[in-house]
């Protein structure tokens, strides 16, 4: 799925890639490709982990793990990185999912259980500022139910926010007529995808 | 001659009312004024308004403000963390109020206290429950949430160096909310590892210039328990 996701992102993009499974992009992008990675806590030009005993704990990602510079990387405020978000200056944002509506809601921020603690973190910031947000998912939950869906039910993390979705089933665009399927895995049908999928889909 | 250094931590949060909103910040452990945080809980104010991106780590800094109960209200963006118990604890009894804030807004509200800023419309968040009962308005056929600048009394910020006029630069992301809490307070104490002479800094490189900071006190670099280079063996 990360490797599915890396093969889309253009030379030259800055890209946030969200806590979790989008992380995981990062050990896929494509060599050849200059890709810029972004961070809300105040970089661009991430690098990799560092190695182990080089960690500078003022030098975090998002998920407050250790990580590099590339050279010409920057550091800025918050408000200066959440307006990169905000104000559509990011190429591509990936991000994970509870659930994704056939409009391109997202709803990734809280299970709305009433014990939960809630936390939102940057998550309503990246999904409506990036020029192109990307859903990165399980097609269904452990128990089997779809996660792309007609309208969400878990809280709403943005409106209309997505542009691709990418299960471990499939890659699927968020249109103006609806959800567009782009490619389904080998040996999965049409109607076996649809049959996993909470809202009506449209052949490419 | 202006003199904004401060000879200790103690001396720098002596005068932090009851009742007082204080801005703390760091992102992760970077940029953590927990020494500042430290000499707040020795000094013993209570019935605070605490603006933080979260809420407490561990026992130290704002987690053993936390436990000690001296703070009432928490504005933050993701209190949620697998060692923020004194937060869990005091939210699941009813016994600290939470504004649960998206990050961007979170830092922008800010922002907007120190730029004297009445408010502004947003995209973040509308249509959510984070959105419900703010005025919202259609611009150019796009939705937006009208969200109100967030004052502070005092703001704690960690930076790298400064120098007498509070003129500050920061440590790669230990920089975060550090300049946009530092404009957005009435009173704003900065820690910093290295006091240098008036001139020093690149004018060029100064992130935070001193007309936003009013106390500067030094601290060793060794005695920082979050962020900063790695402990000293």
Known sequence: MAARVARDIPDGAVVNLGIGLPTMVANHLPTGREIVLHSENGVIGMGPAPREGEEDFDLINAGKQPVTLLPGGVFFHHADSFAMMRGGHLDVCVLGAFQVSASGDLANWHTGAPDAIPAVGGAMDLAIGAKKTYVMMEHTTKSGEPKVVERCTYPLTGIGCVTRIYTDLAVIDVSRRGLAVVEIVDGLSFDMLQARTGAPLERA | ?233
């Open chain 2, 1 to 233: 001659m202006i003199q904004k250094e401060v000879a200790s931590l103690q001396a720098a949060v002596a005068d932090i009312a009851d009742g007082a909103t204080v801005m703390i910040g760091g992102f992760g452990t970077a940029g953590l004024p927990n020494e500042l945080v430290g000499a707040l809980l020795e000094q013993g104010a209570k019935d605070l308004t605490i603006i933080n991106n979260n809420a407490g780590n561990g026992e130290t800094g704002l987690a053993a403000l936390l436990a000690a109960r001296r703070v009432r209200k928490i504005v933050c963006s993701f209190p949620r963390q697998v060692d923020s118990h004194h937060f869990d604890r005091l939210y699941r009894a009813g016994e600290i109020e939470l504004e649960l804030v998206p990050q961007g807004n979170l830092a922008e509200r800010i922002r907007a206290a120190g730029a004297g800023i009445g408010g502004f419309f947003t995209p973040t968040g509308y249509g959510t429950e984070l959105a419900k009962g703010k005025e919202t308005r259609e611009i150019d056929g796009r939705m937006y949430v009208f969200e109100t600048p967030l004052h502070a009394d005092v703001a704690f910020i960690k930076a790298e160096r400064g120098d007498r006029w509070g003129n500050l630069t920061y440590r790669m992301t230990a920089r975060n909310f550090g300049p946009v809490m530092a404009m957005a307070a009435k009173t704003t104490i900065a820690t910093v590892h290295e006091m240098v002479p008036l001139g020093t800094l690149d004018p060029e490189c100064v992130v935070t210039p001193g007309i936003f900071v009013q106390r500067i006190v030094r601290i060793d670099r060794v005695a920082t328990s979050a962020g900063g280079f790695r402990q000293q063996a």
